[in-house]
Structure formats: C-alpha cells, structure tokens
C-alpha cells in the first residue's frame, strides 16, 4: 500500500461510518493562537471538543499536517519525524471511546491487514484525579489484543491547560523474531494510533472539570503507518521519502543516523519555508533557523565542504527555499568563523562555565549549542 493507498482507506472507512472529511488546517495556526505550528489534528479543532457545534457535523475525519519540536532529540531514529501528517477521526459528544477502539481494530485488521498477534494496546491505569480506565481495558481484552495499563503515558492534552484526557494507545510489533515482552518494556513495540477520551478540561489551577461534551480525539502518523504497512524498517524507507533516499545518499557519504537527521531536517525546513517562514531569532523563524542549523551541523561533521548547494532545487521544493536554506548556510558560516576566532582566545581555553558560556551568548551572539558543537 502507498501513502495515498493509506489514506483513501483510512478516510473510505470512517466515510462508511458517517464521518465528514474536513480539510487539513495551515500548519500556521492563526494569531490568535498561542501556538507556533499546527502540533496535532485536534489542535484546530479545540473549539468544537469544548462544545461549539461544528458546521460539518458531530463525526469528522481528516489528514492534518502537523510539526512538532518537542521530539527533537529523537530524530534520527527509525520512527519520530518534524514535520509529519495525522490521520485523524473525532466525535463531538456523539459516538463512545469503546466504540473508537472497536472500529480502530477492525480498520487495523481488516482495511490494513495487521494481524491482531502484532497489535498491543496500553490503557490508562489511574491516578489520583481520574480512575483507572476499565472500560478500555474490556474492550481489548473482549478483542483478544494483549493490554497493559500506564498512568503517565496514557494520558493526552494539548498543553498544560485545556481538553484533555484519558488515551488507549495501540502499539505495533516491529521485531524480527515472533512479538515479546510489552510496550513499556520493549521499544521494538512502536506506537501507531491513539484514542483520546477527550472529556476533561484542565484549569489555570491544575484542577479537572468534565467538557460540556465527552469526545472521541484519535491520531495516527501516516509515515510511521505506511513504514509497518510497507514493511519498512524505518520511516524514512516508505514511499514518502524515496525521493529525498534516493537523492541524498549520493551526494554525500553520512552515516545511518545523520543521513536521517539530515533527511528529516532539510524535509521540515523546506515545508515550513514553504509556508513562507523564514529564518529569524524568535518564533517560527527561530524553529527554521534551528532546524536548518542543526541539519548543517550533522551535514558537515566529517567535511565542511558539503553544502545545501549541492542539492537540486527540486528536491526541496523550489529554488525560493532553495535560496532561502543557501542563505541561511552562509550566516551561519559567518557565525561559525567568528566563533572560533572567539573561542581562540586565552580566556577561553579550558573547561567553560556557566559565566564562559553566558559572556559568549549575551556578549558575543554565540548560543551554548553552537558553542559546544565547536568545541567537540
Ligand atoms: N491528540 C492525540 C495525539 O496527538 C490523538 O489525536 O496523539
């Protein structure tokens, strides 16, 4: 199955159900809201889980593009990504959380073919404002789908106020040999959907009150599902990335891991540029320029002749973000060379402090992580 294979029988699936398809709200959330970027499908829609009647109905289904920093130092590895589409479902106050984990199974099984003996599901386990989750519990146990209970984990907001609550999530068996262990043991387990029972509210005080409505919020990374679906070992071996695998590992000579963390920077940098961003030292720039940054950091580890010039502007999505990245390199060039003349001088040798590092940031423009990337 390819990525658009994926997504027509996702959507098919809730159609068939009463589900509306809604379209995917900007990645660039409006300036009202808090948010830099669009983080989760539910984002946008957190009017209508507190309550506002949505124009298309009770039941909506859609593929939202979503960015998110919070995972940052786990790119690199085989399954997290910057930039990446969710696959999401909702009810407003209309159908129940057992009846989205029930239909969740029957699309994992008989619109995806996984098999129920790679499929493993967490429940919330309780903690001391809300009760343990009992239901969802039965209901995978009545589905025959191993089950365990986390506290942590299996709670889901949005933020530190706001709808929030209780998830299931269901995890895939990515190991080679027959599946073992659990989720919270084994990370071979990789997470694939999640069923929020979004029928809480946290306050400014910490405190939960039930929503005016009780809700259904699922979520599923369409890259990490098409990597399982298309037997992949990584994310970055599915058909969204052949473009960038088959391009990038001929220009330059990266391991595994900094191949990736290239692939996914350069990616999420160009969509966002693309959104007409641009590197800057606050906000959504800053996020570019980190981004763009730390790819050139990895890029240029072993040779610092590499560049983003080398790419073709196709790749990247034109030659205005092309420009754009080239740019952004040449800055930071400048930023390198006058770092190291910096970090040449006497009073700079040795181990740095706390004060070292404050002097070089405040005084002279150099933030702590370009700072220890020089000195490594
Ligand atoms: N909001 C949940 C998540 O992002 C489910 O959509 O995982």
Not at 114 to 127: C, H, M, N, Q, W
Not at 168 to 190: A, K, L, N
Not at 267 to 286: D, F, K, L, Q
Request: hydrophobic share 35%; glycine share 12%.
């Amino acid at each position: 199955m390819n990525t658009d294979d994926i997504v027509r029988t996702f959507l098919d699936f809730y159609r068939e159900r009463g589900h509306e398809p809604i379209t995917g709200s900007s990645l660039l959330p409006p300036p009202s809201d808090p948010v830099l970027f669009t983080t989760s499908g539910m984002h946008p829609l957190t009017p209508y889980l507190k309550g506002r009647p949505h124009p298309q109905g009770r039941r909506l289904v859609n593929v939202q593009r979503c960015l998110r920093t919070t995972d940052l130092d786990e790119i690199g590895d085989l399954t997290h990504l910057t930039v990446f589409d969710m696959l999401g479902s909702w009810s407003l106050g209309d159908y129940s959380h057992p009846q989205s984990l029930r239909w969740g199974y029957e699309l994992l099984r008989d619109g995806f073919g996984i098999p129920r003996e790679k499929l493993y599901a967490t429940v919330f386990g309780g903690d001391e404002q809300v009760g343990p989750d009992l239901e969802s519990l039965g209901i995978w146990r009545e589905l025959g789908v191993p089950v365990e209970s986390t506290r942590d984990e299996n709670w889901w907001s949005n933020g530190p106020v706001g709808p929030c609550g209780p998830d299931s999530e269901i995890f895939y068996w990515t190991g080679d040999g027959p599946p073992e262990g659990s989720p919270t043991g084994d990370p071979r387990w990789v997470e694939i959907w999640n069923h929020v029972h979004m029928r809480l509210e946290r306050g400014e005080d910490g405190g939960l009150v039930p929503l005016r409505q009780v809700n259904v919020d699922t979520g599923m990374g369409l890259e990490r599902l098409a990597s399982v679906l298309q037997g992949c070992r990584s994310v970055y071996d599915t058909d969204v990335f052949e473009p960038w695998m088959r391009v990038l590992p001929t220009l330059w000579d990266l391991d595994e891991r900094s191949l990736r963390v290239v692939c996914d920077h350069l990616r999420s940098s160009a969509v966002v540029i693309g959104e007409g961003v641009r590197p800057s030292n606050t906000g959504r720039g800053y996020v570019v320029r980190r981004l763009i940054r730390r790819m050139l950091t990895v890029l240029r580890r072993d040779d610092d002749s590499r560049t983003v010039g080398d790419l073709p502007g196709e790749l990247v999505g034109g030659s205005t973000v092309r420009g754009v990245v080239l740019e952004e390199e040449r800055r930071f060039s400048q930023v390198l060379d006058r770092g190291r003349r910096v970090l040449s001088r006497p009073e700079f040798r040795g181990v740095l402090g706390d004060e070292a590092y404050r002097l070089l940031h405040d005084t002279y423009g150099l933030p702590r992580e370009l700072v220890v990337g020089l000195l490594r």
